[in-house]
C-alpha cells in the first residue's frame, strides 16, 4: 500500500475528527476482544480522563464501539459494519508503518473543515 486509499481519506473525513480520537480508536482496535474502562484507555493513550470519556462517547455515537455494564461502563471495539472494520484496519496500517502519513490526513481533515466554514462567510463579488 503505497497511498492511502480514497475510501480510508473518506472515512477519516467523516469519523476521525481529532488525534485524540484516532489514539483511541486505535488503542481499541488492536484488541478487539478487550474491554477497556476510561481510566485504561486514559493511561494507555496518556489522556485525561474526561478526553478518553468524551472520544469514547463520540466513538460509540458512530457506531465503533459498545458499551456495556453499569457505571463504571467498560468499552469494546466493535463496528457496526464489516466496511468500518475495513476502515480502521487501513488505519492500523497507516499507524504502523507511515504514521506521519495518517497525522497528515486527520490534521488535512481539520484544515479543510475549518477552511470550508471560512469559505462559507467569503464575500463575493457580482
Not at 489522556?47 to 462517547?57: H, M, N, R
Not at 463496528?79 to 472494520?85: I, M, N, T, V
Request: hydrophobic share 45%.
Amino acid at each position: 500500500m503505497n497511498e492511502p486509499s480514497t475510501a480510508v481519506c473518506a472515512f477519516i473525513n467523516a469519523y476521525v475528527e481529532s488525534i485524540d480520537l484516532l489514539r483511541v480508536l486505535l488503542l481499541l482496535a488492536r484488541e478487539p476482544n478487550r474491554d477497556w474502562r476510561v481510566h485504561e484507555v486514559a493511561a494507555a493513550t496518556i489522556l485525561s480522563t474526561e478526553k478518553v470519556l468524551a472520544q469514547l462517547q463520540r466513538l460509540n455515537a458512530n457506531g465503533m464501539i459498545t458499551v456495556a455494564g453499569d457505571p463504571p461502563e467498560t468499552y469494546r471495539y466493535a463496528p457496526r459494519a464489516a466496511e468500518f472494520d475495513e476502515m480502521v484496519q487501513e488505519l492500523i496500517y497507516l499507524d504502523d508503518r507511515r504514521p506521519v502519513t495518517l497525522i497528515r490526513l486527520v490534521y488535512a481533515r481539520k484544515s479543510s473543515s475549518a477552511q470550508a466554514f471560512a469559505d462559507a462567510f467569503r464575500l463575493r463579488g457580482n
